[in-house]
């Protein structure tokens, strides 16, 4: 196990939501599990006028986030945890200077031991990265001549190519690349691990992870909510900004990855890159009119109560051509995946949750049980990442009696089956990750833009090419009836249950 040294952690934004509802919960989860250092000590800034005591009933005693983790606990064993937190008031302004912030670290960091080991939180709006860092900079919290210092960052990461290297290249001016750790939950998410585990561990996958055996490569993320409060954020990104270009494309380069020289961080952060860099981007209107789907929810009736569409929602432009529905076909140009075809998809107001990939194996090449019930019931490899967390393989068997009709058979395995083993949230992997200085799951800046060298044309497609169609479907469907196509001949996307093992079927609320 890595060491996790002494340590301060800052967090920028700690009166907002994400800070209690995400951050807090996680660094208890890792208080109470003993992951945390011996010295820690976490100093929320913000712009809201709050005492220590103030923030800590905030975040701590009061927070409907740990009430169910602290109502059987001691009281004095909740105060150690609640008495490692701070608070600096930054008052009207994140871009002021710093000084009274940095005499307030310092204080703490000789009172506490942190031995001047720093990391920086950021969950502000991205357009505050960059004067904060500067802030930062110029206060002389960034030198590593005294202990480590590091800058966390959440999504988004641009709006586009463009503002994505502006993004890196502000932020850059102030810290170098290995001290900045941008933050991607769904990597967080052991599921998504378990990918490069299932491939490079065992020799009845990898061997077979290619273009021979592999006919088609499937990933659904589907959520059964609408745009809920974020109506006016989520206008202005649409579905292939807010998953499409991080969450999915991080899984896709987990899929495509070459085998990293080893397992270190960036043995896998440059394989990664390096997949994403081999994906074939689609400039010509041909290619982009035949191979992407776009497509909002409207407003529907799901078990009797009345579901607005995306146009009717709060914050959204009532003639809105933002997508809450995203489908995307795509080759990989590199030997492994020559002419296997990807598709991915993310939408809102979809039957079920769910996130899955599906490895779609080849059917053998000398069918002797053709006409015997198991013709186009390939094999599947499928890792359920949320929920029902898990691995399921499809395949054939005999049915018992005379002849030789073949029935499909699940083998699998659940997460949820390790009971002994206490299985870590996203983001409190990810803390101690940064905490420990494994960037491993962290986006590097030059992976950041290989996914939007992606994306770019799509939007840019989608926003100004001719005759572009804005599919419609009803809340609480699979998509848009002609979503299928996409799929040529191979028949329908995967419709997936809340439960790994369902049998998949095509959801149609009457």
């Known amino acids: 196990m890595k060491e996790t040294k002494n340590q301060m952690l800052v967090i920028f934004g700690a009166s907002g939501d994400l800070t209690a509802r995400k951050l807090i919960p996680s660094l208890f989860n890792l208080y109470v599990a003993k992951q945390l250092p011996k010295n820690f000590v976490v100093l929320g800034a913000s712009r809201s ?83 904060i860092a500067k802030n930062l900079a110029d206060a002389g919290l960034s030198s590593q001549e005294e202990g480590w210092k590091r800058l966390i960052v959440e999504k988004p990461f641009g709006y586009s190519l463009e503002t994505a290297k502006e993004l890196n290249k502000g932020l850059q001016k102030y810290f170098n690349e ?65 998953m499409f270009q991080n969450h999915l494309l991080q ?44 497509a909002q929810y409207v407003a ?66 000398h069918q002797i049980f053709k006409d015997s019930g198991l013709s186009s019931k390939d094999n599947k490899l499928i890792i359920r990442i949320q929920p029902d967390e ?19 058979a699940n083998l699998d395995f659940y997460y949820s089956s390790l009971a002994e083993t206490y299985v870590m949230e996203a983001y409190e992997r990810l803390l101690l990750d940064a905490m420990q200085g494994d960037a491993t799951l962290y986006a590097r800046a030059d992976e950041v833009e290989a996914a939007w060298e992606f994306v770019d044309p799509i939007l840019d497609y989608w926003k100004n090419g001719k005759d572009i169609r804005m ?20 028949g329908f996307w995967r419709n997936p249950g809340q439960n790994l093992a369902d049998d998949a079927g095509y959801c149609v609320i009457c």
Do not use: C
Request: hydrophobic residues 30%; aromatic residues 12%.
């Open 390 to 408: 898990g691995i399921l393989i499809k395949f054939g068997v005999k049915v018992p009696g005379q002849g030789f009709k073949v029935e499909r």
């Open 49 to 131: 006028n709050l005492s220590d005591g103030e923030f800590r009933k905030k975040v701590v005693y009061e927070s409907p986030y740990l009430k169910s983790k602290i109502e059987d606990l001691k009281e004095n064993y909740v105060k150690g945890f609640a008495d490692m937190l701070f608070y600096e008031d930054l008052g009207d302004d994140y871009t002021k200077n710093y000084e009274r912030l940095s005499k307030r670290i310092a204080k703490l960091n000789d009172t506490n031991g942190t031995e001047n080991n720093y990391m920086f939180y950021l969950s502000t709006p991205p357009s505050l990265y960059e004067p």
């Open 300 to 365: 529907s009736e799901i078990n009797g109560e009345k579901i607005k569409g995306y146009r009717e929602e709060d914050g959204v432009d009532p003639n809105s051509t933002t997508e809450t529905y995203a489908a995307v076909k795509f080759f990989v140009d590199n030997w492994r995946w020559k002419d296997v075809p990807f598709y991915v998809r993310t939408a809102k107001r979809m039957p079920t949750k769910v996130t899955e990939v599906i490895i779609h194996f080849k059917t053998p090449h």
């Open 471 to 490: 599919y419609g479907y009803a809340a609480g469907v699979w998509g848009p009836e002609n979503a299928d196509e996409l799929i040529d001949d191979l």
């Open 251 to 294: 899984i896709v380069s987990l899929v495509v990855m070459e085998p990293p020289i080893g397992n270190e961080p960036e043995d896998i952060r440059n394989e990664k890159v390096k997949a994403l860099k081999s994906l074939r981007i689609m400039k010509d209107d041909e290619s982009l009119f035949e191979n992407t789907i776009r």
């Open 178 to 242: 290995s001290q900045i750790y941008r933050i991607d939950h769904y990597l967080g998410k052991e599921t998504v691990q378990n990918l490069l585990v299932t491939r490079f561990s065992n020799s009845i996958f990898e061997p077979l992870w290619n273009r021979n055996y592999i006919h088609h490569v499937e990933i659904t993320n589907a959520e059964s909510v609408g745009v809920e409060k974020r109506g006016g954020y989520y206008d202005k990104s649409g579905a292939l900004r807010d």
